[in-house]
Nanobody, 122 residues
Framework: QVHPVESGERLVQAGGSLRLSCVPSGRTFVRNVMGWFRQAPGKEREFVAA????????RYTDSVKGRFTISRDNAKNTVYLQMNSLKPDDTAVYFCAASNHLTTATILYDDWGQGTQVTVSS
């Protein structure tokens, strides 16, 4: 299973930045693509970003392109989501997860983390 490094709520003003971290099990991190997802109140969980084992393949949902960057540090067994120029619409619970495929499809990810609440104030 994967879990965020920090489980508490993250608060930031619109236009600000923050970085989320996730440390999955060693086997999950090495063997799987890693992704970030989010779920806003009253909405379905949606794909945000994904990265391959080597880092050579990345994908982003259109709403975060140019603002968010996914990365991973295999030596530290950690995946990151750098979020810049945050908007109130980015407010959601953010989850990391692993997949055995190069995919953006939520259904193909597993080993979900507990999630981190990100709240962006206007």
């Amino acid at each position: 299973q994967v879990h965020p490094v920090e489980s508490g709520e993250r608060l930031v003003q619109a236009g600000g930045s923050l970085r989320l971290s996730c440390v999955p099990s060693g086997r999950t991190f090495v063997r799987n693509v890693m992704g970030w997802f989010r779920q806003a109140p009253g909405k379905e969980r949606e794909f945000v970003a994904a990265i391959s084992r080597s880092g050579g393949w990345t994908r982003y949902t259109d709403s975060v392109k140019g603002r968010f960057t996914i990365s991973r540090d295999n030596a530290k067994n950690t995946v990151y989501l750098q979020m810049n120029s945050l908007k109130p619409d980015d407010t959601a619970v953010y989850f990391c997860a692993a997949s055995n495929h190069l995919t953006t499809a939520t259904i193909l990810y597993d080993d979900w983390g507990q999630g981190t609440q990100v709240t962006v104030s206007s």
